[in-house]
């Protein structure tokens, strides 16, 4: 199983920017896939989350409006789509992924840094 996260860099605050996760190895349309992020010295939190079938998103209170997630299950890949971009957006975001029915996500991407100056 491989997820490979790409699409990171330096933005100023109110750009945008758009994180891709490419999947292999596993039955993608199996998979509730997420994004996550650690910000310098603080915890991995989850910011988004989209069902197996790409029917369903959540977004974290702190994203909501300003990063969407998306799936493309015939190219096996994830996107974050991140605009009006903050500096408080800055971190390692990693993408995941968790069998429909589990609750753990189970593999993971190298992460991709994403720097946002003010």
């Known amino acids: 199983v491989q997820l490979q996260a790409s699409g990171g860099g330096l933005v100023q605050a109110g750009g945008s920017l758009r994180l891709s996760c490419a999947v292999s190895?596993?039955?993608?349309?199996?998979?509730?896939m997420g994004w996550f992020r650690r910000a310098p010295g603080k915890d991995l939190l989850i910011i988004a989350s989209?069902?197996?079938?790409?029917?369903?998103?959540t977004h974290a209170d702190s994203v909501k409006g300003r990063l969407t997630i998306s799936r493309d299950n015939a190219k096996n890949t994830m996107s974050l789509q991140m605009s009006n971009l903050k500096p408080e957006d800055t971190a390692v975001y990693y993408c995941?992924?968790?069998?429909?029915?589990?609750?753990?996500?189970?593999?993971w991407g190298q992460g991709t840094q994403v720097t946002v100056s003010s």
């Open positions: 995941a992924a968790r069998r429909r029915y589990s609750s753990q996500y189970t593999s």
């Open positions: 190895g596993l039955i993608f349309s199996d998979y509730t």
């Open positions: 989209i069902t197996s079938s790409g029917g369903g998103t």
